[in-house]
């Protein structure tokens, strides 16, 4: 069973913004490193952002500057704030918990949601 719940995800022009969500009632983040993935269509999921339990964050090198990954603990909820916007960020966005989850590389053993389809257009 899905226990993390994306949301946020939509059309926009290149250059536009948007801001994702994830969330679950089903524990904790307090003790989870978090992460966005993203798939498109015919490629594998590749690491997006992440976020460890004492706040420090890494970036896939695509979206550095333009992305930032944020949470909040008391909401149970990791954000996703994505700026300048391009069509090669058209995917499938995931996120992920995972307490032994290495945000460096963005290797992530998880609980995955279902996802929340970002497309931007030129």
């Known amino acids: 069973q899905v226990d993390l719940v994306e949301s946020g995800g939509g059309s926009v022009q290149a250059g536009g913004s948007l801001t994702l969500s994830c969330t679950t009632s089903?524990?904790?983040?307090?003790?989870?490193?978090l992460g966005w993935f993203r798939q498109a269509p015919g490629k594998e999921r590749e690491g997006v952002a992440a976020?460890?339990?004492?706040?420090?964050?890494n970036y896939a090198g695509s979206v550095k500057g333009r992305f930032t990954i944020s949470r909040d603990n008391a909401k149970n909820i990791v954000y996703l704030k994505m700026n300048s916007l391009k069509p090669d960020d058209t995917a499938m966005y995931y996120c992920?918990?995972?307490?032994?989850?290495?945000?460096?590389?963005?290797?992530?053993?998880?609980?995955w949601g279902q996802g929340t389809q970002v497309t931007v257009s030129s």
């Open positions: 089903s524990y904790s983040y307090e003790a989870y490193n």
């Open positions: 976020i460890d339990t004492r706040g420090k964050t």
């Open positions: 992920a918990a995972d307490q032994r989850g290495d945000i460096r590389t963005f290797d992530f053993a998880a609980w």
